[in-house]
T-cell receptor
Framework: SQQGEEDPQALSIQEGENATMNCSYKTSINNLQWYRQNSGRGLVHLILIRSNEREKHSGRLRVTLDTSKKSSSLLITASRAADTASYFCATASISGGGADGLTFGKGTHLIIQP | EAQVTQNPRYLITVTGKKLTVTCSQNMNHEYMSWYRQDPGLGLRQIYYSMNVEVTDKGDVPEGYKVSRKEKRNFPLILESPSPNQTSLYFC??????????????FGSGTRLTVV
């Protein structure tokens, strides 16, 4: 079952600008994670935010989590051409013990124009 | 180097010919999972394993089998592949089912074409 939905589906910005992607989900979660995928390659873990956290930073990445709205956002500051990729949110549900692991959204395709 | 190794990277096969995609991790992870990725559908879970000899179905298990006889290996078996199983497949592993605190480690993917 698809848990997360990213918005927008695609985003094109100029190098140096900030990129913001959003994720909405449906059920109660233990944590929410963001991954990056370069074309056809394996996904790479970027950052994890727990359900009791509201904001987290890692380098140029800033993630927020609003459990009351069941939504998260990923902000990439000072974007670079190398940030061009697809970005996925993934949720670890607490329902059913969460044994089925992470559920992924369909992703946001980010293009950084030089 | 900590990694998940999938083989083969690319595979073209014919309908009905049994195949196995191997997955091996060297991080002593307990949790392993298989996903398929299709355009417009995102990643969908096929099977997962909480530990050795413990496996369960994900969202799209039909036509697939798995086994977890050793902690490091989690092969995906297609007994009788069909064209609708043409997809990009990923194996992933983590310390636990919540993928905390370091997330999943993904393999490089297997692009399967069934003709």
């Amino acid at each position: 079952s698809q848990q997360g939905e990213e918005d927008p589906q695609a985003l094109s910005i100029q190098e140096g600008e900030n990129a913001t992607m959003n994720c909405s989900y449906k059920t109660s979660i233990n944590n929410l994670q963001w991954y990056r995928q370069n074309s056809g390659r394996g996904l790479v873990h970027l950052i994890l935010i727990r359900s009791n956290e509201r904001e987290k930073h890692s380098g140029r990445l800033r993630v927020t989590l609003d459990t009351s709205k069941k939504s998260s956002s990923l902000l990439i500051t000072a974007s670079r051409a190398a940030d061009t990729a697809s970005y996925f949110c993934a949720t670890a549900s607490i329902s059913g013990g969460g044994a089925d692991g992470l559920t992924f959204g369909k992703g946001t395709h980010l293009i950084i124009q030089p | 180097e900590a990694q998940v190794t999938q083989n083969p990277r690319y595979l073209i096969t014919v309908t009905g010919k049994k195949l196995t995609v191997t997955c091996s991790q060297n991080m002593n992870h307990e949790y392993m999972s298989w996903y398929r990725q299709d355009p417009g559908l995102g990643l969908r879970q096929i099977y997962y394993s909480m530990n050795v000899e413990v496996t369960d179905k994900g969202d799209v298990p039909e036509g697939y089998k798995v086994s977890r006889k050793e902690k490091r290996n989690f092969p995906l078996i297609l007994e009788s592949p069909s064209p609708n199983q043409t997809s990009l497949y990923f194996c992933a592993s983590s310390f636990n089912h919540r993928a905390a605190p370091h997330g999943y480690t993904f393999g490089s993917g297997t692009r399967l074409t069934v003709v």
